[in-house]
């Protein structure tokens, strides 16, 4: 049965930086295209970016030119490097492939 497993969150400042690591159990993972979602308090679940097989990057207008998404097919990882972090970038963030979802970990914003 496949699972992953995000980890990366924390809290930091407005302007700082965190990369979340997605690690999928499994061997089909480099087949799949991986996505990042969060979701705030109170709001739905909504996209951040995802990336392809192939590498192909596509991110959402919110995040475009702060956050990277990344991904190590040897080590079944997904990477989000997240820069120029803003209060409205808190929330839970999720991966997800192959209808398969992760725990979430949680991203918090504050001064």
Known sequence: QVQLVESGGGLVQ????LT????????????Y???????????????VAHISTG????YSDSVKGRFTISRDN????VYL???????EDTGTYFCTF??????????TVSS
Do not use: H
Not at 14 to 17: A, I, M
């Open 81 to 87: 490097q997240m820069n120029n972090l803003r209060f």
């Open 14 to 17: 407005p302007g700082g930086s």
């Open 20 to 31: 979340l690591s997605c690690v999928a159990s499994g061997s089909i993972f480099s087949l």
């Open 55 to 58: 590498g192909d990057a596509y």
């Open 33 to 47: 295209l991986v996505s990042w979602f969060r979701q705030a308090p109170g709001k739905e679940r909504e996209f």
């Open 98 to 107: 192959g209808g398969k979802w992760g725990q979430g970990t949680q991203v």
């Open 74 to 77: 040897a080590k079944n990882t």
